[in-house]
């Protein structure tokens, strides 16, 4: 389903309608969100926190690219720990070191990408229940953003589902 009407170039889902308008993308989305809540502070407290967030959300990304062409690819299945070591750790191991001492990925207070790095590392862990044996910084980062209040009650509701995280088509299956 996309959603076309004159007010949106970008027909997508997800999408968010507000009054006339029709908003697409993830992360226009969550912008928008923030905007609207007037909370400025999820992108860093000052410069200093949004310019590392912004490094963060290019290392993430990077991350999410290698492991997607992992999950969608299914002759690279079979040698995954492999693919893993390879592609993965390298930045794994470097997010680590710079989690080292924070309760969050840029410090001590919430930020908007630490979604985009938790959501990034949930797959990961999914994939590699042991991935994070090894980067206990990063296990740290993950076990705060669980503990969140809103965040805990979430994954303790009826709505909350840990999966399906790919599409049914995709050729990598995720153990429960």
């Not at 029709?22 to 007037?38: C, K, P, R």
């Not at 299914?74 to 191991?93: C, D, G, I, N, V």
């Not at 862990?125 to 980062?141: E, H, M, T, V």
Request: proline letters at 6%.
């Amino acid at each position: 389903m996309c959603i076309r009407d004159s007010n949106n170039p970008f027909p997508n889902l997800p999408y968010l309608k507000v009054g006339d308008k029709t908003l697409t993308e993830s992360e226009a989305i969550a912008y928008f969100l923030v905007f609207h809540a007037n909370r400025a502070d999820l992108f860093g407290a000052n410069d200093d926190e949004r310019v590392q967030a912004t490094a963060v959300r290019g290392v993430v990304a990077d991350l999410r690219r290698d492991l997607f062409a992992f999950l969608w690819d299914a002759s690279k299945h079979a040698e995954q720990a492999k693919y893993f070591e390879e592609k993965l750790h390298p930045r794994l191991t470097r997010l680590n070191a710079f989690a080292a001492g924070k309760k969050h990925i840029i410090g001590d207070n919430l930020n908007l990408v630490d979604f985009a790095v938790y959501q990034t590392l949930y797959i990961i862990g999914r994939a590699d229940p042991k991935a994070f044996d090894n980067y206990p910084n990063l296990q740290n980062i993950i076990n705060n953003f669980n503990a969140i209040p809103q965040i805990k009650a979430y994954h303790e509701s009826d709505a909350f589902k840990n999966k399906p995280i790919l599409p049914p088509v995709a050729p990598y299956k995720f153990n429960a």
